[in-house]
Each structure stands twice: as C-alpha cells, then as structure tokens.
Nanobody, 116 residues
Framework: QVQLVESGGGLVQPGGSLRLSCAAS????????MNWYRQAPGKERELVAR????????NYADSVKGRFTISRDNAKNTVYLQMNSLKPEDTAVYYC?????????WGQGTQVTVSS
C-alpha cells in the first residue's frame, strides 16, 4: 500500500533552517508529482510546494518563494523540502502528499515550530 513518511521537523529559531524528508513506498514514485502542504493551528491546510515527477518543474506558495526549495531523489523514493530563513508564521504541521488518481495520499505530518 502507499506510504508516505515525513521526518525532519523540530524547533528552530527565526532565521534558521530545516530540511524535511518524505520517504515514499508502495507506488512508482518516479511517475508522480509530489507536494508539500502545511496546516497551522486554526487554519486550513495550504499547498506549500510542488514538484513534477521528473523534478524538472517546481511551484511555490508566494509566502515561501525564495526561502523554500523542493527537490526529489527518484533513486531513493524521497522528496525534500529545504526551508531557510524560517519565520514564526511558518510554524505548522507539514505534510507530504501525492495523488494517484483519483485518490490523494498523505503522510502523518511533521511538526515545525519557529520560535525564539
């Protein structure tokens, strides 16, 4: 079955960096676009970044452009989110997602807290 397992979250000071990883299994990873979403307390889940199956195209939410970078290693079935210049408003649970039509699959999420 499809499994997405996020890791790499934690507590970081404003201006710091974190790298999230999402290990995928149970499907042909290299054939599917991958997404990172986040959900802050009291807010709706929002799309943060997206990468195409081959990694040749990426898209970002305006709020993270220039600070976050999504990448993937199809040999390792893993997608990454490098987060730099973190701000308190980046605090959220971050989720890995893929759609194998018509079903969307989610990981369990990893908590990112940006605070001094």
């Amino acid at each position: 079955q499809v499994q997405l397992v996020e890791s790499g979250g934690g507590l970081v000071q404003p201006g710091g960096s974190l790298r999230l990883s999402c290990a995928a299994s149970g499907f042909t990873f290299s054939r599917h676009a991958m997404n990172w979403y986040r959900q802050a307390p009291g807010k709706e889940r929002e799309l943060v970044a997206r990468i195409t199956s081959g990694g040749g195209s990426t898209n970002y939410a305006d709020s993270v452009k220039g600070r976050f970078t999504i990448s993937r290693d199809n040999a390792k079935n893993t997608v990454y989110l490098q987060m730099n210049s973190l701000k308190p408003e980046d605090t959220a649970v971050y989720y890995c997602n893929t759609v194998i039509s018509p079903i969307g699959y989610w990981g369990q999420g990893t908590q990112v807290t940006v605070s001094s």
